[in-house]
Structure formats: structure tokens, C-alpha cells
């Protein structure tokens, strides 16, 4: 069902921010979906999964950790490359930021990158309301929207936004986000992605990837010494705890980080301390002492990788820049 509505409560300020939630939460289906992962084999969950409200809290904080410095390098490379970046970028376009929630990344380049719309993407409008009303006071002429959808699953661009044929539009997709899918299903986002770029000449994807680099410095920077990162994965459980009725007690699991070389990809791990018996409603499952729950894939590129990726999804030709160190890499594909 689409429902849309626009916020706008005084005639006096039409550009108010449009929220439209196009997600409904399926109870059935995410329990569904849930168990099917909780009794396979090899036990394994979506990492979007790890997104409750005390879940996006704890991502945040990983983000400032002195072993995850993804987030800051990626910051400083916007910084550094701001100049050069808006000689690509097409002036005047409406950017759409997937995964926008606090709206602060895109919100640090709307201005510079002189934006013509701005559309926060996210799995809920009621995540977006106090960031858009904010960048809203900081950008009063600047026409914005929210949409709450899942975009994990594919891309769907309200007909309600009314967007423009003829606008071009950057696709803003930050934070090595696209890490978490595996190259397979990589390859099927970004082909949406290439799709949602529009018809409109000089559109493109400006994505954020993390490079491969050292092992040990890998697996840290997903298992940090204070634990922060092991409370952002345990945290899962209680999720799904409410989400399936199940009884996972945290206690019986531990956090694990490892670099696969093979392929090219930090994985998180629960696994159980002891034998531990799960129920839920209608079932159950038995996990021997260090059985695991495969909860996320990270995975790090090389740069002629992603830059074929991105080819191979259909974009004509990309960009890249890198901090001195090569650990990080944003992409400018057009369309
Ligand atoms: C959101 N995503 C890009 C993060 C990552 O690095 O894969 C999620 C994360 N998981 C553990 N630490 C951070």
C-alpha cells in the first residue's frame, strides 16, 4: 500500500519538508523470514536486522571508535576532494540520500554540491522527521522529502515524489554500506540503482567502499576493545527476540569478528558458549557449544573490483578518489 501525505500544516510554508511511508512492518513475514535463517545449517541473519533503536545507538558510537575510522576517513576524503567533486557532479539535481538517517553526511554537501531537492531514503519516515525539519531551517528554499521504505530488497521511488525526468539526480549511497551485501547481490542493487539514476542526462551514484587492507586491522575495527561492536551483535538477539518470541538469553553467546581472504570479506559471528537450546513459538533449535549465527558480511574491495562492479551494472564511466593510505575509496559513476 503507498500511502503519501505532505506535512505541511501552514499554507504560509509550502516547502516543507514530504514525508511518505511506503514500508508497512509484516509481522508474519519478518518472523518468516527470520527462522528460515535461525534453522538453516549454517544459522544466519540479515544485517538489517541489527537496526533496532538501540542498534542504530550503538552504530553511531562505532562510528567513533578509534579501530573503525571507515566513518572519518570517508569524512575527511569529502572534505579533501569537496572542489574537485563538484566539477563531476551535476549543479541543480535532486540528491537521494539511501539510508539518510540522521541526514548529517548529505547535509555537509548539499550546499556545496549546490542540490536542487534533496529525498532522505529510509526504512521509516518517523527516523527522518527531526533530521529533514532541521536541514530544513539550515536549507529553508531547498525542496526535501522522506521516504520510508526498505530499500534492501530493492529500490522503489514514489510516484508521489513527483520526480522530475528532467532533473538529474545523485544517488548518495555512504559508509560502505553497499560492504554488507555479498558481490552477487551487489551487483543486483546497483543494477536498481543504475535504473533509479533516471533518464536525465549527467545523473549518477556517488557510493562510499571500503578497501581492503590488513587482516588483524580488519577484524579489530569489528571487534573493538570496548566492546561496542559486540553489544551492536548481541543486541540482535534481543531483537529477534521480540520480533519471533524467541528466548535467547545474550549471556549464552559470544561476539566474533574474522577476515575471510577468501572471499574478501570481514564476518560477524554469535556464537554459543555451551550447548544452548532456542524456542519460539511453533519451535525450537539446538546449537552445540561453538555453533554460530552468521549475523553480517563486511566486505573490503580493490578498486579495479569495484570499478568493474560498477560497469558491470550498467554505469558508463566512474571516478574515484582515495585518501594517501588507500584506505577508502568514493565513487562518482554516471549513469
Ligand atoms: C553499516 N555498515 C557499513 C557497517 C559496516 O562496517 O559493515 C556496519 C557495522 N558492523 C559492524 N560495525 C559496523
New binding site residues.
Partial sequence: MVTGWCSCTNMADMTAPQFIQLYQHDSAAVAQELLHGLTAPQAFTS?KY?YDALGSRL?EA?TELPE?D?TRTEAQLMRTHAADMATHLPPGACWIDLGAGNCEKAGRLLGRFHAGRYVAVDISVDFLRSALDALHRQYPDLPMAGVGTDFSDGLQLPTALALHPSQPRVLFYP???I??FTPEQALVFLRQLHLACGTAPHSGLLIGV?LIKDASELEA??DDALGV?AA??LNLLLHINRLVGSDFEVRDWRHLSRFNAAQSR?E?HLQARHAVKVQWPGGERHFAAGETIHT?N?CKWRISDFDALLQSAGFASTRVWTDAAKRFAVFWAVA
Fill in positions: 544485517p541489527l552504530f562505532i573503525y571507515l559508509g560502505s554500506s560492504g554488507n571500503d575495527a569489528y561492536t551492536f551483535d570481514v560477524m553480517e563486511a
